[in-house]
């Protein structure tokens, strides 16, 4: 009987540089990892949010990135990194559309 790991079961990576995914979906590894360990998620709120995933898939996952933990660690890093960096450089439509608002309430009308 030949030994087939499991979690190669209910997680991939494409080539050439895919992230390790839930198999059959767009589903990352590490959008498990962060919305088990910092949402706070249990894995059965996981499966309830996705109903297309199986509980085996979520454990699969949490699997794979403590066994990579270091790698997928520095990945969830840098993407964080990257949303911060364009955040900073995009301004809100929302904050903006605030402050001219106010701005107009702010200034004194024309005699």
């Known amino acids: 009987m030949s030994k087939i790991p499991v979690i190669s079961e209910h997680i991939e990576i494409?080539?050439?540089?895919?992230?390790?995914?839930?198999?059959?979906?767009?589903?990352?590894?590490?959008?498990?990892?962060?919305?088990?360990e910092r949402m706070g998620l249990s894995p059965d709120e996981i499966v309830y949010h996705y109903p297309s995933i199986t509980l085996a898939d979520v454990y699969a996952a949490l699997a794979y990135y403590h066994d990579h933990q270091d790698e997928m660690s520095?990945?969830?890093?840098?993407?964080?990194?990257?949303?911060?960096?364009?955040?900073?450089?995009?301004?809100?439509i929302l904050q903006e559309?605030?402050?001219n608002r106010n701005d107009t309430k702010n200034s004194i009308p024309p005699r």
């Not at 494409?14 to 088990?36: C, F």
Request: no cysteine; net charge positive.
């Open 74 to 92: 520095l990945e969830i890093a840098e993407g964080e990194a990257f949303v911060r960096e364009v955040q900073a450089q995009t301004p809100s």
């Open 97 to 99: 559309k605030l402050k």
């Open 14 to 36: 494409t080539p050439n540089g895919g992230k390790p995914r839930i198999v059959g979906h767009r589903i990352r590894v590490q959008d498990i990892v962060i919305w088990h």
